[in-house]
C-alpha cells in the first residue's frame, strides 16, 4: 500500500483527504495486527529461554537476549520538590517539534 501525502490543506481546510484518512486507518489495524502477534512471539521466546536457561539466540534476522527481571533504581522529583532541591538538580533539555497521532480505536 502506498502513501503520498501533500503536506498542504485542501479547499475544506483539511490536512488528509478521505481516501487518505482511510489509507492511514488501514495502517493503523495493520499496525495493531502486527504488534500483536509481536507480542505473542516475544512472550513465547521469553518463556521458552527463561525455561530454558538461554541467555542470547543469534538467528540469521535477530539476536535475542534474555533479561532477567530486577530492580531499577528512579529519583523520586516528589520528593525533591517537597524538599526544595528540586529545582537544583533539573536541566532543561531541548526537544525535536513532532507530530503525535493517537487512534481512537483500532478498524476492525
Do not use: C
Not at 502506498?2 to 503536506?7: K, L, S
Amino acid at each position: 500500500m502506498e502513501f503520498n501525502w501533500n503536506p498542504q490543506t485542501n479547499q475544506n481546510n483539511e490536512l488528509l483527504s478521505p481516501s487518505d484518512l482511510a489509507k492511514l486507518a488501514e495502517f493503523n489495524r495493520l499496525k495493531v495486527e502486527v504488534d500483536a502477534i509481536h507480542k505473542k512471539v516475544t512472550d513465547s521466546m521469553l518463556k521458552t529461554m527463561k525455561e530454558g536457561g538461554l541467555k542470547k539466540v543469534e538467528t540469521p534476522y535477530f539476536t535475542a537476549t534474555y533479561i532477567a527481571a530486577g530492580e531499577r533504581r528512579t529519583v523520586d522529583s516528589n520528593k525533591l520538590k517537597s524538599d526544595g532541591l528540586y529545582d537544583a538538580y533539573t536541566k532543561v533539555s531541548p526537544v525535536k517539534e513532532s507530530v503525535r497521532i493517537s487512534w481512537k480505536e483500532a478498524n476492525k
